[in-house]
Structure formats: structure tokens, C-alpha cells
């Protein structure tokens, strides 16, 4: 006779438990038909059932102001010292303007800011361009180059024209208009 190693009684012993297990499982697990008198309904997953509910709105203001610009009539400056005390309070000259997309803020984007200020405040300015090679009138300074023109601003005070530089607030007789 032949003796059992311990490999092969832990062989035997699988197989009879799997033989076992299999004997087991087909009389568990085989179904049992039942009639039913009406057809039954599975249970299958559904979403959450979701309502939406409007309420009814209620006023949170019931009366705004609305500010409205109303256009002034715009003035011209009566006096030079009136002028340079609205030039002493403006800051466009001392402002340092950069854009992001690297334009350069120049001569005339000054004037334009000057002028705009000017409005809002009630005053009238203009724009004005100087010619290539302009000199200043009162000193022979040279303001613009041969090949540049130049943007500044103009002012009326009674009957004699000014011209204003938005860079450095100096200003200036040009003629009399009257």
C-alpha cells in the first residue's frame, strides 16, 4: 500500500470539498417557480424626483433715484488767475499714464484728458495743433520739431487767446481775437 504524503492528503481533501461545495451550491441556488395570479413589477433604480418651486418675487427697492446728466452751458475762464488756479488744481500734468498695451501716452492724449476735465468742471478748452517747427510767440522757444506736429489746448479769457500745455500746465498769449 501506498503512503499519503502530506501533498497529496491536501489534494484529496480540496477536491472532496470542492465536490462538496459543487454537490451544495446546485441545491441552494436552483430557482423555485412560482406562479403568481398577476405579473409582479422588479424594482428598478430611479433618479430622486426633483421640483422646482418659483416663489412669487417680492420688490427689494421699491423707488431709485437715478442721477441724470444734465448738459451745463460751458464757460470760458474770466481770468487768467481763474485759469491758473483750475491748471494748480488739475493734476493731468503730474500724472504718469501708461496702457497696457504698451501705447505711449502722449501730447495728445493730454490734451484730450485736460479738455475733459475742463468740460466737467463747466470750462471750454479746445484742441489744438501746432504746425512742425512752431515757436512759441512770447519767448522764440521752439515747441515742436521740423518733422512733428504737436497737440496742446486753447483757451478764450475775454477777448485774447491762450494757448495751454496739458504736460507742464505753462501757458501762454497767442493773439487777440476780438
Known amino acids: 500500500m501506498r503512503k499519503l504524503t502530506a501533498g497529496m492528503l491536501v489534494a484529496v481533501v480540496a477536491i472532496a470539498c470542492f465536490m462538496a461545495g459543487d454537490a451544495l451550491n446546485e441545491r441552494l441556488v436552483e430557482p423555485e417557480i412560482v406562479e403568481a395570479p398577476t405579473a409582479v413589477e422588479v424594482a428598478k433604480w430611479q433618479e430622486p424626483e426633483t421640483k422646482i418651486i418659483y416663489l412669487p418675487a417680492k420688490p427689494i427697492?421699491?423707488?431709485?433715484?437715478?442721477?441724470?446728466?444734465?448738459?451745463?452751458?460751458?464757460?470760458?475762464?474770466?481770468?487768467?488767475?481763474?485759469?491758473?488756479?483750475?491748471?494748480?488744481?488739475?493734476?493731468?500734468?503730474?500724472?504718469?499714464?501708461?496702457?497696457?498695451?504698451?501705447?505711449?501716452?502722449?501730447?495728445d492724449d493730454y490734451t484730450r484728458r485736460l479738455i475733459r476735465d475742463a468740460k466737467t468742471d463747466g470750462y471750454q478748452l479746445w484742441f489744438q495743433v501746432l504746425p512742425p517747427d512752431y515757436r512759441r510767440p512770447d519767448t522764440g522757444e521752439?515747441?515742436?520739431?521740423?518733422?512733428?506736429?504737436?497737440?496742446?489746448?486753447?483757451?478764450?479769457?475775454?477777448?485774447?487767446?491762450?494757448f495751454i500745455e496739458p504736460q507742464t500746465d505753462d501757458y501762454w498769449f497767442v493773439a487777440e481775437v476780438d
Not at 485759469?83 to 503730474?94: F, R, T
Not at 512733428?148 to 487767446?161: F, V, Y
Open 61 to 107: 427697492i421699491e423707488q431709485v433715484e437715478v442721477p441724470v446728466a444734465v448738459p451745463i452751458e460751458l464757460r470760458e475762464f474770466e481770468t487768467t488767475e481763474e485759469l491758473e488756479g483750475w491748471l494748480a488744481e488739475n493734476h493731468i500734468d503730474e500724472a504718469i499714464m501708461l496702457y497696457a498695451s504698451g501705447k505711449e501716452f502722449d501730447c
Open 142 to 162: 521752439r515747441l515742436t520739431k521740423n518733422d512733428e506736429a504737436h497737440a496742446l489746448c486753447s483757451a478764450i479769457i475775454g477777448n485774447r487767446l491762450f
